[in-house]
């Protein structure tokens, strides 16, 4: 469904990405993982449409949509959770909710959607009127998960979301994205620090590692394998070393 | 009761005041962008008022809906012409760059309106001109009692309009947040779009009373300089206070002429503006940005 | 120092020549274009010292010109020596910067440009109200009023600002002040007052403008004590200087070129056409050609010019 064809990525005149491919299929929940600083936010920007590739393409449902502006791409159904949640701090909780819901056939679904958000998320209706400010980390990025899914994206994307969170708050968070994932066929296309908490959930994964895909494959296999326990799972090879 | 009559004068400037930094706030408030050639654009919106009252006999106040079209229009003009392209540049530069604009703007427009209608000054007189309500004593100016009600609608219109409407929210979120606001499937060069449109067409009740008092091509910066100590005295980005900022700065005005005379009238507010900018740079009234 | 020594020779070619002119050529019309033209490149340069390389947004000029003008105005009409009277005009505008200079630096940009704007129109407004009428001179002064002198006086003081320019900002002075306009924060961290370097900047750019305004207070026969204090004085040399290029030497001079001739192309008719079409050229600027039209030959070879805004 959404297919990233040898992209090339630059900050001004710093190249970010290089030659990256990547898959996501219908419904499929796929994981990007890799070191700080290696190009996961970058990539997940320029699906989104606030950076553009210098070279290769990005195809949604068979259309390229890497030239176009952002508004454009949430309009064709692909919506971001962006890094650090960027919330309106000052607007309410209401608020924010009804702006995820702002294109045309979103805002006249609304009404259901918000039924749905606060079903899976009733915190959220409990903070209605608060001011996105004042909530917690946890319940802010609840907030930001929730104000992406009001425009009834058919795609997810997810910028490194347990940053800060306790174990706890981020298990939380899971449920309801296994679940809007599986029950609602929204796929889910996240990056992450935490490697194992994004093996452990995901269908496909990829690693990334200085702008490049370094390996790839089902989400378990790679869990399993000796490449990624080496590099992320801090796993150190028997040599008297102590924790 | 002097000081009385001295204040009603205060309050009435004081609305028009804030009338005319409401649409210089909103462009900055929203998209960062200093127009210091508001003054001027609002007094070719007299112009029009003018020439609609000389040629067509239409009232000021009537003409307002008119006017209000017109300077949407050269607010869309404006922006796709000029404005636009500052979108390229980051945020810092986007101030600088928007002044140095406007600077060029204020002569072009003032310029032209030499060259289109000399350089004499006229004013619209209708026939309640100069005319007053007597209230217990008090002079009440007919042309300034329209002049409150005005500001009055047109700030809570506008408050209205920012937090009630859909559109009004989205350019909220655009100025809290313009990338975040992408990621809603908000067209956020559609936004600036209207936005400066609307920070020009908001100041057409403005452009419509100060026609009743004097036009000429080069008087539009100080009705600037009334709009950026307004920024400063509210608070910048701080819309919902513009209009007390205004009623304050308009007593201050009052209080300094009943104590040392007219013709240091522009000084108080200034000699005031200059003492918050030194001590209190984020404004005199309390509240976070109301965008 | 190649270029350099290149650049020195044609300075002093420039300057021969126009020493030069009042000797070859009869006339008036030229040398009052040309004092014009001196004047505006040295409050341009005033100017580009605070906007250009200190990266202070100084709106508020005008008061500087003005009080430059009427202290050099005061003390000439009551008997001093003109060349002394400038000076007094170039110092009296300095202690003015030092008295609104200090608080002000306090704030930051665009506080800065406000805020010094504000005091420009308090001193428009005040003058006007303190000196309401025209400014004469007593007869004799008419009388023996020499062109020429004026004509080489301006032409010293904008050579004087060209090369103090020159000197300074190749000088370690210069190099603290520039720092402290790209970046001030990290200007702080290796330990460069910016405080010090933004007085330094402000007290050399009023002394010129200062001295700028006793030359107009010299030159001008009669006018009103206002005029001076005009906010025209304090938006023109910034214009000019960024449509020139601010941040550079050659960029002031060559937008006074432009100016100067805009407004005596266009002198005969209504309007001031001329300051319309500069309007229009800063925005084009601006927008587009953000180093000034110094930095158009290097546009049109292909490199990007670097933006000093």
């Given at each position: ?167 706890l708050i981020v298990d939380n968070i899971f449920e309801v994205i296994k679940q809007v994932n599986k029950l609602n066929h929204i796929a889910i296309?996240?990056v992450e620090q935490n490697v194992v908490l994004a093996l452990e959930l995901s269908d496909t994964a990829y690693i990334i590692e200085n702008g ?32 | ?106 002569l072009v427009f003032e310029n032209m309106a030499i060259l289109l209608w000399t350089a004499d000054e006229r004013a619209v007189t209708t026939f ?164 | ?309």
């Amino acid at each position: 469904m959404l297919k990233i064809d040898e992209i090339d990525v630059y900050y001004g005149d710093l190249q970010a990405l290089w030659g990256v491919s990547l898959a996501v299929k219908d419904g499929e929940m796929v994981a990007l993982v890799g070191s700080n600083g290696a190009g996961k936010s970058t990539l997940l920007k320029t699906v989104s449409g606030l950076l553009r590739p210098r070279r290769g393409s990005i195809s949604y449902q068979g259309i390229r949509i890497d030239q176009q502006d952002a508004h454009k791409i949430v309009e064709a159904g692909i919506s971001m959770v962006p890094e650090g949640r960027r919330l309106f701090p000052d607007m309410s909780v209401l608020e924010n909710l009804e702006l995820g819901a702002y294109l045309p056939q979103a805002r006249q679904a609304q009404q259901k959607t918000l039924r749905w958000i606060y079903d899976i998320f009733p915190i959220l209706r409990e903070r209605e009127t608060q001011a996105a400010r004042t909530l917690s980390g946890g319940e802010q990025q609840m907030l930001a998960i929730a104000r992406a899914l009001m425009s009834q994206p058919r795609i997810l994307l997810l910028d490194e979301i347990t940053l800060g969170l306790s174990p706890l708050i981020v298990d939380n968070i899971f449920e309801v994205i296994k679940q809007v994932n599986k029950l609602n066929h929204i796929a889910i296309f996240l990056v992450e620090q935490n490697v194992v908490l994004a093996l452990e959930l995901s269908d496909t994964a990829y690693i990334i590692e200085n702008g490049r895909i370094i390996g790839q494959g089902e989400a378990k296999a790679l869990l399993e394998s000796q490449e990624v326990k080496d590099a992320y799972l801090g796993i150190a090879p028997a040599s008297g070393e102590t924790d | 009761m002097d000081i009385l009559q001295f204040a009603i004068y205060g309050l009435i400037n004081g609305a028009l005041y804030g009338m005319v930094a409401l649409g210089l706030s909103l462009a900055y408030g929203i998209m960062g962008y200093l127009n210091v050639a508001q003054g001027h654009l609002i007094i070719l919106g007299a112009y029009g008022s003018y020439w609609l009252f000389r040629i067509w006999g239409v009232d000021p106040f009537l003409s307002i809906p008119i006017l209000m079209i017109i300077l949407f229009i050269i607010g869309i003009i404006l922006y796709m012409a000029v404005y636009s392209w500052l979108l390229k540049f980051q945020v810092i530069s986007r101030l600088k760059s928007s002044l140095l604009i406007s600077f060029g703007l204020m002569l072009v427009f003032e310029n032209m309106a030499i060259l289109l209608w000399t350089a004499d000054e006229r004013a619209v007189t209708t026939f309640y001109s100069g005319k007053v309500a007597d209230i217990f004593g008090l002079r009440l100016p007919y042309i300034g009692l329209g002049t409150i009600g005005l500001a009055i609608i047109v700030v809570v219109a506008l408050h209205l309009f920012l937090t009630k409407t859909y559109f009004g929210k989205a350019i909220r979120a655009t100025a809290q947040d313009w990338e975040a606001s992408q990621l809603m499937g908000i067209n956020v060069a559609r936004t600036y779009l209207v936005s400066f449109a609307l920070s020009i067409l908001i100041a057409a009740p403005a452009a419509a009373v100060i026609s009743m008092r004097v036009i000429s091509p080069g008087i539009g910066v100080e009705w600037t300089n009334y709009g950026l100590v307004l920024v400063i005295l509210a608070g910048v980005g701080n819309i919902n206070s513009i209009l007390p900022a205004g009623l304050f700065l308009g007593l201050i005005e009052a209080i300094s002429v009943y104590l040392v005379g007219a013709p240091y009238t522009g000084m108080a507010g200034l000699v005031v503006f200059v003492l918050v900018l030194l001590f209190k740079p984020q404004g005199l009234f309390k509240g976070r940005a109301a965008l | 120092m190649g270029t350099d020594l290149k650049k020195l020779i044609l300075f002093l070619l420039m300057i021969t020549l126009f020493a030069l002119i009042p000797i070859v050529i009869k006339g008036d019309y030229l040398l009052n274009v040309l004092f014009l033209l001196f004047l505006y490149v040295v409050i341009a340069q005033s100017s580009n010292i605070m906007v250009g390389y200190g990266g202070l947004l100084n709106v508020g000029q005008a008061a500087f010109f003005g009080t430059g003008a009427l202290v050099t105005r005061l003390t000439w009409i009551s008997g001093t020596p003109f060349y002394l009277a400038i000076l007094l005009g170039g110092f009296s505008a300095v202690a003015l910067s030092g008295f609104i200079g200090l608080p002000s630096l306090r704030l930051r940009g665009h506080y800065f440009a406000i805020g010094t704007l504000a005091l420009a129109i308090i001193a428009r407004i005040t003058i006007g109200n303190l000196f309401p009428g025209v400014s004469f001179i007593p007869n004799e002064y008419i009388v023996g009023y020499s062109l020429i002198l004026r004509y080489y006086l301006a032409l010293f003081l904008s050579a004087a600002i060209i090369l103090i320019i020159y000197l300074v900002f190749n000088s370690r002075l210069g190099l603290a002040i520039l720092s402290t306009r790209d970046d001030e924060e990290a200007a702080q961290a290796i330990g460069v007052n910016i405080f010090k370097y933004k007085v330094t900047a402000f007290a050399l750019s009023s002394f010129f403008v200062g001295l700028a305004g006793g030359l107009f207070a010299f030159f001008y026969i009669s006018y009103y004590y206002y005029v001076p204090f005009g906010l025209l004085w304090s938006f023109e040399p910034i214009l000019i200087t960024f449509v020139g290029g601010a941040g550079t030497i050659a960029g002031p001079i060559l937008g006074s070129i432009l100016f100067v001739a805009l407004k005596e192309a266009f002198a005969f008719t209504l309007g001031e056409i001329s300051i319309l079409i500069f309007g229009i050229v800063l925005i084009l600027v601006i927008l587009f050609l953000p180093g000034g039209l110094v930095s158009l030959p290097q546009k049109l070879r292909g490199r990007t010019g670097k933006p000093i805004v």
